[in-house]
């Protein structure tokens, strides 16, 4: 795995998933999570649009994004510890504990969606598979999205209906509670769904980290240039994207679950669309772009922060505005805030290399690792 230059790819890859995450988590953060996954509310034609523009672009296509680079970060994690005589397990068992402590930190105070803890537990699997080769890794992680696809439909769509007392308790505790109550709401409601999150996103998750691995191990993610991303580029984004939406429209407007099993089943091939498609703008950076995708390096500090803010923000304990503004006006809320937090990370990297996250999952990551004697 040898390296002549550093890789742009998941420098914009970064930063393009952070925008399509964030107004995917904001549809959670902002109004009802018990209404679920399968029966999203739209009050207004606006609102019903922009879901089934989230739900067609960036429903499960931004997870797989950013899981794809987490693969690419264990990667570019052995190099370096390869190149610094470093021992590797104790750097990533670090790692996956600092992931695991901060995911559970995130789940219960801010977000109960959190990947990050997801993460930490499929990514203590991924080491095992840390010395395959390539083609191995390939086989396996296409192998897992097409078990995604098949399990995530039935467990999505088998969850029960709500009682009607639990939304006036999720109103009153989130929407006009104080943060005591917040907290104890989000808490419950991240044990109760890590389960099930662990088997539909899990499976994807770590198919995708395979994936990464492998794009590091060929050398694929150093080559934005090669023919590979140019087939991914030309077969599957437009096919992908193109079903995607039709599923998401049959979703909205039509057939329920038809339309939530297409977009599902056709998100690995959108993904690999939209790989393809990073790697095509690719190129090097112009100054003020350069300062941007440096602080889309910061994507930990970045995905925190969209929680912390947007859940203040709709909570009762913040602005109050929980269900009482439109879909498309809480994305554009969730854009701004991300855009916000990349021009404040910007200004913080003048002085300091990290992001404020990044220092805290570094100084766990390699705490009491000392170079192989």
């Known amino acids: 795995m040898t390296r002549s230059k550093r890789a742009l790819m998941p420098d914009y890859l970064r930063l393009i998933a952070l925008f399509g995450i964030v107004v995917v988590n904001v549809q959670f953060i902002a109004f009802s999570s018990l209404k679920g996954f399968v029966t999203p ?55 996956m504990i600092g992931l ?12 109960p969606g959190d990947i990050l803890a997801i993460y930490a537990v499929t990514g203590s699997i991924l080491y095992l598979f840390r010395d395959w080769p390539v083609r191995r890794l390939v086989r396996v992680g296409a192998g897992l999205l097409v078990a995604q696809a098949l399990i995530a439909p039935p467990l999505l769509l088998a969850t029960p209906e709500t009682p009607a007392d639990m939304f006036l308790l999720e109103r009153e505790m989130l929407g006009e ?60 984004l437009v096919p992908g994207v193109i079903l995607s939406l039709l599923g998401a429209a049959i979703w909205q407007w039509g057939t329920t679950v038809p339309g939530a099993v297409l977009t599902i089943a056709v998100a690995p091939l959108a993904t690999l669309g939209y790989l393809g498609l990073i790697a095509a703008i690719s190129r090097p950076p112009g100054p003020v772009m350069a300062h941007v995708l440096r602080a889309g390096g910061s994507s930990l500090s970045i995905y925190l922060g969209q929680s912390i803010i947007l859940s203040t923000i709709f909570a009762g304990y913040g602005l109050g505005l929980w269900d009482e503004v439109g879909r498309t ?41 000392k170079p192989s004697v």
């Open 41 to 95: 509310g739209a009050d207004t034609a606006a609102d019903a649009i922009a879901l089934w523009l989230i739900h067609g672009l960036a429903l499960l296509k931004t997870y797989g994004l950013f899981s794809f680079m987490f693969g690419v970060g264990l990667g570019f994690l052995m190099r370096s510890a390869a190149q610094r005589d470093l021992p590797f397990g104790r750097i990533y068992r670090n790692r």
């Open 100 to 111: 695991l402590v901060l995911g559970i930190i995130h789940g219960c105070l801010f977000f």
């Open 177 to 236: 509670g104080g943060i005591i109550e917040a907290v104890m709401f989000r808490s419950i409601g991240f044990a109760i769904t890590m389960p099930a999150f662990l088997v539909i996103q899990g499976s994807a998750a770590l198919g995708w980290f395979c994936l990464g691995l492998a794009a590091v191990k060929s050398g694929l993610i150093d080559q934005s240039g090669h023919p590979l991303w140019k087939r991914a580029r030309r077969l599957c």
């Open 329 to 369: 006006t809480a994305s554009a809320i969730a854009v701004l805030v991300t855009g916000a937090l990349i021009i404040a990370l910007v200004i913080w990297h003048r002085w300091i290399r990290l992001g404020p996250f990044e220092w805290v999952l570094r100084r766990i990551t390699y705490s009491g690792a």
